[in-house]
């Protein structure tokens, strides 16, 4: 059997707080594969540690504890020269269209920016190429000799799309890349991500706070909560029978249409904010939002055990939130 292209063994990532007096454990034990050529969804409310998981996936932050592994080994054993070359494989794009875009440099220079530094062929070559990319996400020859600020938020979303892809990634982690999006455009883009999966064979980490955007393109669903997976199973599961409460909460909340089979009777409010990171609650740490917590929940964490084939769940009461 091959190694899955991306996992995570117990991962863990600390930050200082900025008084420097205490820890923020933004992911606190975290396991899971990735498949080659599957979508594997992220879900979570700001603050449960999507960004920092992702981020940690293409090493731009090194885990305080537990590993990233790239095809079953772990990247920060490499010599220096492999690890380049695996940070070319494992690329991420932000919600931010903006944030790997040079406002002083036209679209065509941006795109053939990664390309320059890999040195590969000449300037006119590496020219060809960031234009034949350009076509591939669906923009005209023209905004190549554009500026930035002369584009749609979408538009310079293709553009980051573009430049990701002129490496010849194996996996891209999506991080809310359709959040700072119109309405409107969201689904042109989700559907670009999806067929460019299948012409590049490429292996997606879609991280969103939006379950309606996760539904739509996942193959598995995690769902995250101050640090952990509550749950983890295949996209028809997670969004149609979801067991743990935290699942069920986060459906049953999504304002935006859902197919309206995967609507719940019963809109359920979370109660109260996420509680810090720097301290969650003992037992299990969704217990001070949780609808149906009890005692024991305070007392024990519960284990993240299967409960049928590819179905995870960290829960002690799981399916006792009725959506309906
Ligand atoms: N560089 C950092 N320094 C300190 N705290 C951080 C840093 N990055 C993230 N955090 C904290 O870690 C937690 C998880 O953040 P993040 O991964 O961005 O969550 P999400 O993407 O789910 O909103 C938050 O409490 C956030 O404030
Ligand atoms: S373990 Fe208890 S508090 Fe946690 S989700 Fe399950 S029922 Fe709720
Ligand atoms: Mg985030």
Known sequence: ????????????????????????????????????????????????????????AVCLLRPTSGEVLHRGGNPYLLPSKALRQQRRDYQIIFQDPN??????????????????????????????QAMAMLEMVGLRAEFGARYPHELSGGQKQRVNIARVLTVRPKLVVCDEVVAALDVSIRADILNLFASLQGEFGLTYLFITHDIGVVSHVSSRIAVMYL???????????????????????????????????????????????????????????????????????????????????????ACHFPGSLAAH
């Open 1 to 56: 059997m091959t190694a899955p292209i991306l996992a995570a063994r117990d991962l863990r990532i600390r930050f200082p707080t900025q008084d420097g007096q205490e820890t923020v454990k933004a992911v606190d034990g975290v396991s899971f594969d990735v498949e080659a050529g599957e979508t594997f969804g992220v879900i979570g409310e700001s603050g449960s540690g999507k960004s920092t998981l992702g981020r940690a």
């Open 227 to 313: 640090g952990r997976f509550m749950e983890l199973g295949p996209a028809e599961t997670i969004t149609h029978r979801p067991l743990h409460p935290y699942s069920v909460a986060l459906l049953s909340a999504e304002p935006t249409p859902l197919p309206s089979a995967m609507r719940t009777g019963k809109r359920i409010v979370l109660q109260g904010e996420i509680p810090s990171p720097t301290a969650p609650p003992s037992g299990c740490r969704f217990r001070t939002r949780c609808p149906v917590a009890r005692d024991a929940c305070a007392e024990t964490e519960p284990e993240w055990r299967e409960v049928s084939t590819g179905h995870f769940i």
């Open 99 to 128: 944030a790997a875009l040079n406002p002083r440099m036209r679209i065509v220079d941006s795109i053939r920016e990664p390309l320059d530094i890999l040195g590969a062929g000449s300037r006119a070559q590496r020219t060809a």
